[in-house]
């Protein structure tokens, strides 16, 4: 069992929606930029550096069809109005895994890093998994990265490392390391 530490941001400075497929599309360049940050900071999410901004236009529009289909959901949180971070359920499964979530994205911009919003994302999300019935949360990360050594803070258990899975924007290999959690009924 993880302690629940009080968010260091005020509650009425943060607003947390989970979006749209319209929503999405309505503020995609804010989503670009976010992902951009986290990507230029080195984070291992799936692209390497260079990347174009219409590669990350391209993504973001196809998470929004995946949202208007009801397979991944996407929570945005602004901060003072401005987008700070996002963390995304991927819903779709085989129909022997609909009670599984795979949490993925999950991003906190720059600016905003260090007031405990990763640990909101993580409930928020966990939250709606919880919502939506779903029961075991999935998820992976890069070895040796914060996330790696905050994901066993948030109560999830490793379940293993799979070496040279993916490549660092820099485009060098590295290991990652499968979480899981289980959710409690709400
Ligand atoms: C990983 C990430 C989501 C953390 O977001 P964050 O909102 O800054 O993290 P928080 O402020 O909630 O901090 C969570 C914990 O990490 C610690 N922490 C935060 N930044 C840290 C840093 N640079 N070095 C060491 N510890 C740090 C905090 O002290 C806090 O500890 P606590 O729970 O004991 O209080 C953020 O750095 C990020 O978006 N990184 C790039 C994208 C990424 O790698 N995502 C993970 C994909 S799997």
Redesign the pocket.
């Known amino acids: 069992m993880t302690t629940q530490?009080p968010p260091?941001v005020p509650a009425e400075t943060l607003t947390a929606v989970w979006l749209t497929a319209e929503g999405l599309e309505a503020a995609l360049m804010d989503y670009v930029d976010l992902l951009a940050a986290?990507i230029d900071?080195?984070?291992?999410?799936g692209f390497l550096l260079p990347v174009a901004q219409s590669r990350l236009e391209q993504y973001w529009r196809a998470v929004a069809v995946a949202v208007a289909a009801d397979e991944r959901r996407v929570l945005g949180l602004c901060l003072d109005g401005r987008l700070a971070?996002s963390v995304q359920l991927g819903l779709s499964m085989p129909q022997n895994g609909a009670h599984r979530v795979d949490l993925?994205?999950?991003?906190?911009?720059?600016w905003?890093?260090?007031?405990?919003?990763?640990?909101?994302?993580m409930q928020a999300a966990e939250g709606e998994a919880r919502r939506l019935g779903r029961s075991l949360i999935v998820?992976?990360?890069?070895e040796g990265?914060?996330?790696?050594?905050?994901?066993p803070?948030?109560g999830y258990q490793e379940a293993g490392r799979i070496p040279d899975y993916a490549c660092n924007p820099g485009g060098t290999l590295h290991p990652t390391v499968l979480f899981y959690k289980r959710l409690k009924p709400a």
């Open positions: 530490s260091v986290c900071g080195g984070a291992s999410i971070g993925g994205k999950l991003l906190v911009h720059p905003a890093r260090g007031r405990g919003l990763s640990r909101l994302l998820l992976d990360t890069e990265s914060l996330a790696e050594s905050l994901y803070r948030f």
